[in-house]
């Protein structure tokens, strides 16, 4: 099927094609009703190496800036803090705390030292924000903790700080979007497919009837040819075919004439 013929189609059974656009668009629209908006607010902290590394020894001295003592270390701890937080244990504790939304911990996306970014998900703003909170807070806790059940020195844990802020919550239509563009696109190829069923047995109902109506016709015509008799046929009917002998028909010559027919005419002798 080309483009005229469908578009052909679609002119021939309007009425089919709008009824189903109007299911499409119902669709689209109860489906972008159904899914609520979300909010994501996100959040990003350093480890920053202990007080002891800072400050140094007699034998090795400290740089006295913590922003100067990122090493590989740092980063080896960041990731471990990273799984830490994604794991099913941490997440009951989080939600015991009050975080019911969808959260995140990860590396900084680029990063060249050991940045966490945090991120929390959900259809409530101000719950969001206040997740987001606890979240960060638990996160610093839990370095503090791991180091301590490690038995780490208060002065050789290492630290940390926020980088950025938890920001205010920003909507998040992603999810929303690929739903709602979804359905749309379903709808149409919907609105498509129902109208060329629709013609298409339509078609061939069509044709199954023109079959019956003929049928009945063609046996009539057959009936009445063997119920006439063969000389009722009016003036003007054509005459049977004749293909034996002229005696057969009963030709009142009889075989003389046949016989004249297939010798030609025969002078006469005295």
Same mark, same amino acid.
């Given at each position: 099927?080309?483009?005229?013929?469908?578009?052909?189609?679609?002119?021939?059974?309007?009425?089919?094609?709008?009824?189903?656009?109007?299911?499409?668009?119902?669709?689209?629209?109860?489906?972008?009703?159904?899914?609520?908006?979300?909010?994501?607010?996100?959040?990003?902290?350093?480890?920053?190496?202990?007080?002891?590394?800072?400050?140094?020894?007699?034998?090795?001295?400290?740089?006295?800036?913590?922003?100067?003592?990122?090493?590989?270390?740092?980063?080896?701890?960041?990731?471990?803090?990273?799984?830490?937080?994604?794991?099913?244990?941490?997440?009951?504790?989080?939600?015991?705390?009050?975080?019911?939304?969808?959260?995140?911990?990860?590396?900084?996306?680029?990063?060249?030292?050991?940045?966490?970014?945090?991120?929390?998900?959900?259809?409530?703003?101000?719950?969001?924000?206040?997740?987001?909170?606890?979240?960060?807070?638990?996160?610093?806790?839990?370095?503090?903790?791991?180091?301590?059940?490690?038995?780490?020195?208060?002065?050789?844990?290492?630290?940390?700080?926020?980088?950025?802020?938890?920001?205010?919550?920003?909507?998040?239509?992603?999810?929303?979007?690929?739903?709602?563009?979804?359905?749309?696109?379903?709808?149409?190829?919907?609105?498509?497919?129902?109208?060329?069923?629709?013609?298409?047995?339509?078609?061939?109902?069509?044709?199954?009837?023109?079959?019956?109506?003929?049928?009945?016709?063609?046996?009539?015509?057959?009936?009445?040819?063997?119920?006439?008799?063969?000389?009722?046929? %009016? @003036?003007? !009917?054509?005459?049977? +075919?004749? #293909? $034996? =002998?002229?005696?057969?028909?009963?030709?009142?010559? %009889? @075989?003389? !004439?046949?016989?004249? +027919?297939? #010798? $030609? =005419?025969?002078?006469?002798?005295?």
């Amino acid at each position: 099927m080309n483009f005229h013929e469908a578009v052909a189609v679609l002119r021939r059974r309007w009425y089919v094609a709008l009824v189903l656009l109007v299911v499409a668009i119902a669709a689209t629209a109860g489906m972008d009703k159904a899914i609520p908006g979300k909010y994501q607010v996100t959040s990003t902290f350093s480890l920053l190496a202990s007080h002891q590394a800072i400050e140094g020894t007699s034998s090795v001295p400290g740089t006295k800036n913590p922003f100067l003592s990122y090493d590989t270390s740092l980063n080896a701890t960041a990731d471990f803090l990273v799984r830490r937080l994604d794991s099913p244990d941490d997440g009951l504790k989080l939600e015991g705390d009050g975080v019911t939304e969808a959260y995140s911990a990860a590396l900084a996306a680029a990063a060249v030292g050991p940045f966490i970014t945090l991120t929390v998900t959900g259809t409530d703003p101000q719950h969001v924000t206040a997740s987001m909170k606890t979240l960060l807070a638990f996160s610093q806790q839990e370095l503090v903790d791991v180091q301590t059940q490690s038995g780490v020195a208060p002065s050789a844990m290492i630290g940390s700080i926020v980088v950025v802020e938890p920001g205010p919550p920003t909507p998040s239509h992603k999810t929303k979007t690929q739903a709602v563009l979804g359905t749309a696109i379903g709808g149409m190829v919907l609105v498509f497919l129902g109208t060329f069923l629709v013609d298409s047995l339509a078609d061939s109902r069509r044709r199954r009837r023109r079959g019956r109506t003929a049928r009945p016709k063609r046996a009539s015509v057959s009936a009445a040819m063997e119920q006439e008799p063969d000389g009722a046929a %009016g @003036p003007g !009917a054509a005459a049977p +075919v004749r #293909t $034996g =002998p002229p005696d057969d028909y009963g030709d009142p010559d %009889g @075989p003389d !004439a046949w016989g004249r +027919v297939l #010798t $030609g =005419p025969q002078e006469s002798r005295e």
